[in-house]
Nanobody, 119 residues
Framework: QVQLVESGGGLVQPGGSLRLSCAASGSIYSISAMRWYRQAPGEERELVAAITSDGFTNYADFVKGRFTISRDNAKNTVYLQMNSLKSEDTSVYYC?????????????WGQGTQVTVSS
């Protein structure tokens, strides 16, 4: 099938930076989009950033100007560069890959990686 392995999370001070990576492997066909979500305890899962196969990007308002999503098609990997981190960015971050099927789309999810922003 398809597996997504995330890495790059950890502890960082406010104002610091982290780069998350998500590598996809398995039966990968046509990728329509790659996304990053986050979910804090007791909170709803929210979209952070997305990038299409053509390279178009979209960001949630709360990360615009601070986060950058990118991808390496040769490695089937999506990245999230996080700068100027705030304590409210503390969350579990999940990557998502959307594959186009003959009759629609199928989503695959990473295992999640913890990001903690604290002094």
């Amino acid at each position: 099938q398809v597996q997504l392995v995330e890495s790059g999370g950890g502890l960082v001070q406010p104002g610091g930076s982290l780069r998350l990576s998500c590598a996809a492997s398995g039966s990968i066909y046509s990728i329509s989009a790659m996304r990053w979500y986050r979910q804090a305890p007791g909170e709803e899962r929210e979209l952070v950033a997305a990038i299409t196969s053509d390279g178009f990007t979209n960001y949630a308002d709360f990360v615009k100007g601070r986060f950058t999503i990118s991808r390496d098609n040769a490695k089937n990997t999506v990245y999230l560069q996080m700068n100027s981190l705030k304590s409210e960015d503390t969350s579990v971050y999940y990557c998502n890959v959307e594959l186009r099927r003959y009759d629609g789309y199928t989503d695959y999810w990473g295992q999640g990686t913890q990001v903690t922003v604290s002094s």
